[in-house]
């Protein structure tokens, strides 16, 4: 139940393309879905989150879609570009985010 | 520059040792975690602390331990009852959410070699 399971492990996009990846959780009591983006060799940084009273976040070339019911959420990078590829983590939390559970990570590779 | 920092980068430790990872934040955080980076299974959290001399254990404590002595400190111990200790190991911080969500800032790691 404290699991959320991230998808796909990989990919590729062209550059200008739409990057897609996706994630589910169990427990309803999650209220906080950041994204962080890790470069390799470096430390997560927050991307963008969502608490789940809105649909939709968007930020810049990122958007989180977030579905209550079917209890998933999403990030999409719009217009991606060559130096978004890094490694994406959905994650997800309770107690006003001070515990957050990770997915396995997106390895994202977007070619010029 | 305020941030968090984790030293060293690499270390290389023969098993059997115990090994200290050092993590300090000058941001003022409340709160500070330890997670643990393995190819494939995303961060799993290993300590967390919301106050000085609190900590509570994470998913995956078997084989750690840590001290809060100071705000701005939080050490991770990698004994030698840890089975697979090789991995990337990241510190974070914030502040303690009572009453909203605290982003959590991430340190660079430290990537630890046990042979």
């Known amino acids: 139940q404290q699991q959320v399971k991230q998808s796909p492990q990989s990919l590729i996009v062209q550059k200008g393309g739409i990057s897609i990846i996706n994630c589910a959780y169990e427990?309803?009591?999650?209220?906080?879905f950041p994204w962080y983006q890790q470069f390799p060799g470096k430390g997560p940084a927050l991307l963008i989150a969502i608490r789940p009273d809105v649909s939709e976040k968007k930020e810049g070339r990122f958007t989180i879609s977030f579905n209550k019911s079917a209890k998933q959420f999403s990030l999409h990078i719009m217009d991606s570009q060559p130096g978004d590829s890094a490694t994406y983590f959905c994650?997800?939390?309770?107690?006003?985010?001070?515990?957050?559970?990770f997915g396995a990570g997106t390895i994202l590779r977007v070619k010029s | 520059d305020g941030g968090i920092t984790q030293s060293p980068k690499y270390l290389f430790r023969k098993e059997g040792q115990n090994v200290t990872l050092s993590c300090e934040q000058n941001l003022n955080h409340d709160a500070m975690y330890w997670y643990r980076q393995d190819p494939g299974q995303g961060l799993r959290l290993i300590y967390y602390?919301?106050?000085?001399?609190?900590?509570q254990k994470g998913d995956i404590a078997e084989g750690y331990s840590v001290s809060r002595e100071k705000k701005e400190s939080f050490p991770l111990t990698v004994t030698s009852a840890q089975k697979n200790p090789t991995a990337f190991y990241l510190c974070?911080?914030?502040?303690?959410?009572?009453?909203?969500?605290?982003?959590?800032?991430f340190g660079p790691g430290t990537r630890l070699t046990v042979t």
């Open positions: 974070a911080s914030s502040l303690k959410g009572l009453a909203d969500v605290y982003e959590q800032y």
């Open positions: 427990n309803t009591a999650f209220d906080y």
């Open positions: 602390s919301q106050i000085v001399n609190d900590f």
């Open positions: 994650a997800a939390s309770m107690e006003y985010g001070n515990k957050l559970v």
